[in-house]
C-alpha cells in the first residue's frame, strides 16, 4: 500500500476541515436563532458588521503572518477560536439583556477572527503542498471536491439543524421510539450549538494534522536588508501583494467584481430565515431548504470547473451577474411559498463565484504572497459585507416607521438588485479599457 505524500495528507484534510467549519448546525435558523434568544433585529444586524469587521481587521495581518511563519498556526488558531465561539454561544443567557448582548457580540467577534485567519492560509498550504510536487495543476480537482463534500455537509447540518432545534418534531421522534417528553423551545434552543461544538473540536483535530510545505519557507524568506527589520518585511510582503493586485487588472477585476455580488446575496442569505416567515413558509421546512441550497454544489461543481476552463474573466462574471439580478428581482416579489424557488438560482451563482474567485487568484498569484493576496480578497468581500450591512440597516430603519420588523424587511428586499445592478454597471465603466484582458480564459 502505498504511503499518502504530505500533499495528499494536507489535500484530504483541507477538505475535511472546509467541511467542518463551514457546514453549520444553526444555519437554518440563524436568524431566529438569536432572535429567540433575546435580540433585536438591529443589534443581530449590528452584530452581523462586528463580524464582518473583526474578519477585515483580521485578515491581511493574518495573511502577512502566514507568508512569514507558516500557514498551519493560522489554520490551529482558527480552529481554537472556533471552539471558544460555540462555547460562549452555548452559555450565553436567554433574554439577557447587557449579558446576552455581550456573549453574542464575543461570539461573533471570535468567529470573525477565526474566518480571517483561516481565509487565504489553508488554500495556500495546500496550493503550495501541491506546487512542490509539481501537481499545481490538479488544484481544480481540489476546489471540485471542496465544493462537493461541503454541499454533503451543508445538507446534513442543514437538515439535522432545522430538526433539532424544532421541539415539536423532536418530541414526536421521541415519542415514536417511546420515549414521550415534553421539549419546548427554550430547551431545543441551543441543540444546534452543541452539535457544531462537536465539529468544532473535530475540526481542531483534523487541522493539528496537516503538513507545511517546504515550498513556502523557500519562497519567502526576507530579503539581505530586511533580516534585522521583521516589522519591515511584513509591510514589504502586503506592499508587494497590494501592488501586485493594482497592477493585474484581471486579479483586481475578480476581487472587486465579486465584492459587488457576494455582499449583496450574502446581506441577503443572513436573513433567508426571516424570508422564509414572509413567504409564509412552514418552519418545518427551513432545515429541508436549507439542505436542498447545500446540496446544489454537487451540481454546480462540475458546472463552475468547465465555466472557467472555457470561458474568459468577463463572459463568466457576466454570466453570474444576471443570475443574480433575477434572483433578488424574484426574492422581492415574496411570492407565497413559490418565492423560495429563487433562492437556488442565488445559492449556485454564490458557489460559482467563490469557485471562480479562489480559481483564478490561485493560478494568476505567485506563491511568496499567496496568503497576503488571498486575505486581501478576503478583507474586501467583508468589507463589501460590512457596508451594505450598514447601508441595510438604515434602509430598514427608514421602511419600518414603527411598523412590523418582519415587514420591513421585507419591504427593503427591492433595493438589492438595484444595488448590484449599479455595481456591476460601475464595474464595467471602471474596467472598459481592460476589456481585452479580461476576455480571455485564464
Avoid at 501592488?243 to 455582499?263: M, Y
Amino acid at each position: 500500500m502505498t504511503a499518502l505524500t504530505d500533499a495528499d495528507r494536507n489535500w484530504r484534510r483541507f477538505v475535511f476541515f472546509r467541511v467542518l467549519f463551514n457546514s453549520r448546525f444553526y444555519y437554518p435558523v440563524l436568524a431566529v436563532l438569536f432572535l429567540d434568544l433575546g435580540l433585536s433585529g438591529t443589534e443581530y444586524t449590528l452584530l452581523n458588521f462586528a463580524w464582518a469587521l473583526a474578519i477585515v481587521f483580521t485578515d491581511l495581518p493574518a495573511g502577512v503572518l502566514a507568508d512569514r511563519i507558516g500557514r498551519k498556526p493560522l489554520i490551529v488558531t482558527a480552529a481554537v477560536l472556533m471552539v471558544a465561539e460555540m462555547v460562549l454561544l452555548s452559555v450565553a443567557p436567554r433574554n439577557g439583556g447587557w449579558i446576552l448582548v455581550l456573549c453574542c457580540l464575543a461570539n461573533r467577534l471570535l468567529s470573525g477572527i477565526a474566518e480571517g485567519m483561516a481565509s487565504g492560509a489553508d488554500e495556500a498550504l495546500v496550493f503550495d503542498s501541491l506546487a512542490e510536487r509539481n501537481r499545481s495543476d490538479e488544484w481544480p480537482q481540489v476546489l471540485n471536491q471542496v465544493m462537493r463534500w461541503q454541499s454533503v455537509g451543508m445538507m446534513i447540518a442543514m437538515l439535522v439543524g432545522g430538526a433539532v432545534y424544532d421541539p415539536a418534531f423532536l418530541s414526536g421522534l421521541l415519542a415514536a421510539v417511546g420515549i414521550h417528553v415534553h421539549l419546548d423551545q427554550a430547551t431545543t434552543l441551543r441543540f444546534p450549538v452543541y452539535l457544531n461544538l462537536a465539529t468544532a473540536l473535530l475540526a481542531l483535530w483534523t487541522v493539528l494534522g496537516l503538513r507545511e510545505p517546504s515550498v513556502h519557507v523557500r519562497r519567502v524568506a526576507p530579503e539581505a536588508g530586511d533580516r534585522g527589520n521583521a516589522e519591515a518585511t511584513a509591510w514589504n510582503i502586503a506592499a508587494r501583494a497590494g501592488g501586485w493586485i493594482a497592477k493585474t487588472p484581471v486579479a483586481l477585476f475578480v476581487i472587486v467584481a465579486g465584492v459587488i455580488l457576494d455582499s449583496v446575496v450574502r446581506l441577503f442569505l443572513t436573513f433567508s430565515s426571516s424570508y422564509y416567515r414572509l413567504i409564509h413558509l412552514p418552519e418545518a421546512l427551513f432545515g429541508i431548504v436549507g439542505a436542498s441550497l447545500g446540496g446544489l454544489g454537487l451540481v454546480v461543481s462540475p458546472l463552475a470547473r468547465r465555466l472557467v476552463g472555457s470561458g474568459s474573466v468577463a463572459r463568466n462574471y457576466l454570466h453570474v451577474t444576471a443570475v443574480v439580478v433575477a434572483g433578488l428581482i424574484g426574492v422581492a416579489y415574496r411570492w407565497n411559498h413559490w418565492g423560495v424557488l429563487f433562492l437556488f438560482p442565488l445559492g449556485a451563482a454564490m458557489m460559482t463565484l467563490g469557485y471562480m474567485v479562489s480559481y483564478y487568484l490561485n493560478a494568476l498569484v505567485d506563491s511568496s504572497h499567496r496568503a497576503t493576496v488571498l486575505s486581501f480578497k478576503g478583507v474586501a468581500f467583508n468589507l463589501g459585507y460590512g457596508f451594505i450591512s450598514l447601508a441595510f440597516a438604515v434602509v430598514l430603519r427608514s421602511v419600518r416607521n414603527g411598523g412590523d420588523a418582519q415587514a420591513a424587511v421585507g419591504e427593503a428586499l427591492v433595493f438589492l438588485p438595484a444595488w448590484v445592478a449599479f455595481g456591476g454597471g460601475l464595474c464595467a465603466v471602471l474596467f472598459w479599457r481592460k476589456r481585452r484582458e479580461l476576455g480571455r480564459v485564464v
